[in-house]
């Protein structure tokens, strides 16, 4: 089993519509949760970033943490066709503050 | 602020041969530089770990003589892709942490290079 989960996608919406992304993990010590938005051949780049849970609010997006479920989401609302990208989930905790990440969503918003 | 270059962009190689990339954080210092692979539509997976002035930790199923890491500046981190074989080919990407944060503190990531190798 991955440490962390994540649906490939891709996902299709159409613009203006809310956006549900999420991610599942096994390892109870991640503390630090994290969303990257990744476009086409580029470096990751930082959107969120929630240490335990709870919720936080940027904009458009909001990043959500149940650690209770192991379970964390990040929504995008009013989605734009600059949104499509790759949305990579990550986390770290315990001694390594090591970076593990998720496999990755492919989103498409279209005009 | 908190930009890493990676040098270069794309690169084409024989198999056989040695590839080098740069990482460089241009604002800031980073004693910690990180190495990631990525394969298409795939996560990213940590290398090694470069640490200025020492040698690299690897994780696990990492060839550390494949893949010569060297951290000989605050600035500059440099992976060198030994014997290169198609199946090296892949997305590399690494990411720096600036100097005197924690570990649980951001990594600024790279645009990455696209190693190819025929």
């Known amino acids: 089993q991955k440490e962390v989960e994540q649906d490939p996608g891709p996902l299709s919406v159409p613009e203006g519509a809310i956006v549900s992304l999420n991610c599942t993990y096994s390892n109870s010590a991640f503390q630090y949760f994290m969303w990257y938005r990744q476009y086409s051949r580029k470096g990751p780049e930082l959107l969120m970033y929630t240490y335990s849970s709870g919720n936080k609010e940027d904009g458009r997006f909001t990043a959500q943490v149940d650690k209770s479920s192991k379970y964390i989401s990040l929504f995008i609302r009013d989605s734009q066709p600059s949104d499509s990208a790759t949305y990579l989930c990550a986390m770290k905790g315990g001694n390594t503050g090591k970076l593990i990440f998720g496999q990755g969503t492919t989103l498409q918003v279209k005009p | 602020g908190a930009v890493v270059s990676q040098h270069p962009s794309r690169v084409i190689c024989k198999s056989g041969t040695s590839v080098k990339i740069e990482c460089r954080s241009l604002?800031?210092?980073?004693?910690?530089m990180f190495w990631y692979r990525q394969f298409p539509k795939q996560s990213l997976m940590l290398m090694a770990t470069s640490n200025e002035g020492s040698k690299a930790t690897y994780e696990q199923g990492v060839e550390k003589d494949k893949f010569l890491i060297n951290h000989a500046s605050l600035t500059l981190s440099t992976l060198t892709v030994t014997s290169a074989h198609p199946e090296d080919s892949s997305f590399y990407i690494c990411?720096?942490?600036?100097?005197?944060?924690?570990?649980?503190?951001?990594?600024?990531f790279g645009p990455g290079t696209r190693l190819t190798v025929l």
């Open positions: 604002d800031f210092q980073a004693t910690t």
């Open positions: 990411s720096a942490r600036e100097t005197g944060r924690s570990s649980y503190n951001e990594q600024f």
